[in-house]
């Protein structure tokens, strides 16, 4: 005790940081601090409209107004094969674009966990692997929200096998936005620049999801951000879900815009598109970019 009251308030910090990377500073274990967490953003998340809940009813809403939009996809003919593959691309695009709503709760809670990381509350790892789970199920009822009533309104694929695959691999590609912006989040405290730059990477991924341009037509400098997009793999994925094994009526009579009869014909003649996918592949890309963008995020809150 008597050498305790004679440490000066630098020596007691610095014994202080030394505990907490030892781990001796927390009263809790780590588990315990993921469950305390995953609790309290839950209750966050439901009560604040701008989290989740109001990113669900514009998610609802413009997936609607896509099925409507393009409503002749449900006739499979040559005529209509472009409104099908429109709807599934808007369909991708723009909750990813809708996810940036997320930024100013994330930079908040950035703010908070500074101060109580700093204070020995909890750890890092107890913070990034309880915000991982809790959005796991937030993510996935947003995702649903945005997959179900265009898919059925323009009966994108009938197979109900398909329709659960499709709807699994939104959900991770949205998943991966998630993650994408909470990292940037932590990066950048100001949340308006970091949501303009997440906005911006999106745009990058969004063009390079393989039916604007290819990597053998854009400058060298640029080709990378194609094997990096997830909207490329995402693109690939839905696309084969949806076209593959159906027929399209009319390509013996057309004259103008013939694709194919059939779904693996359009996705062989569709730039950037291909019959030949593994859809497991497109599934794992995904969730090893979520992967390394959550270890990243742990990266920084624990360097910061």
């Excluded at 500073?25 to 439901?46: D, E, H, I, N, P």
């Excluded at 809403?61 to 005529?79: C, D, H, P, V, W």
């Excluded at 991708?92 to 204070?119: D, G, L, Q």
């Amino acid at each position: 005790y008597a050498a305790e009251k004679l440490r000066s308030p630098t020596q007691k910090n610095e014994i202080s940081l030394l505990e907490q990377k030892r781990g001796d500073a927390y009263a809790s274990g780590y588990l315990w601090q993921t469950w305390v967490l995953m609790g309290r953003m839950t209750k966050s998340y439901t009560r604040d409209p701008g989290a989740y809940i109001g990113r669900a009813v514009l998610y609802l809403t413009m997936s609607i107004i896509f099925g409507i939009i393009y409503l002749g996809a449900r006739e499979k003919n040559q005529e209509h094969v472009l409104d099908l593959l429109f709807a599934i691309t808007w369909g991708m695009a723009t909750p990813s674009y809708m996810a940036v709503m997320i930024m100013p709760v994330f930079t908040y809670e950035r703010a908070t966990f500074t101060k109580e990381a700093k204070n020995g509350m909890y750890a890092p790892i107890a913070y990034v692997v309880s915000t991982s789970i809790v959005q796991l199920f937030f993510v996935l009822a947003t995702s649903t929200l945005s997959v179900v009533p265009y898919y059925w309104i323009d009966d994108v694929n009938s197979d109900p096998g398909r329709f659960f695959l499709f709807w699994l691999l939104q959900y991770t590609f949205l998943y991966t936005v998630e993650s994408l912006c909470i990292v940037f989040a932590a990066i950048i405290p100001n949340f308006i620049i970091a949501l303009g730059i997440v906005v911006s990477l999106l745009s990058n991924f969004f063009v390079f999801n393989g039916l604007f341009v290819t990597p053998d037509s854009v400058p060298w400098v640029f080709r990378w951000i194609r094997y990096i997009s997830p909207h490329a793999y995402s693109m690939q994925g839905l696309s084969w879900l949806a076209f593959s094994g159906q027929k399209f009526s009319g390509f013996d009579t057309c004259t103008s815009a013939c694709y194919g009869e059939n779904g693996d014909d359009i996705l062989d003649n569709i730039q950037g598109l291909s019959s030949n996918v593994d859809i497991g592949l497109m599934f794992g890309i995904l969730w090893i970019e979520s992967f390394v963008l959550r270890v990243s995020h742990w990266f920084i809150l624990r360097n910061s």
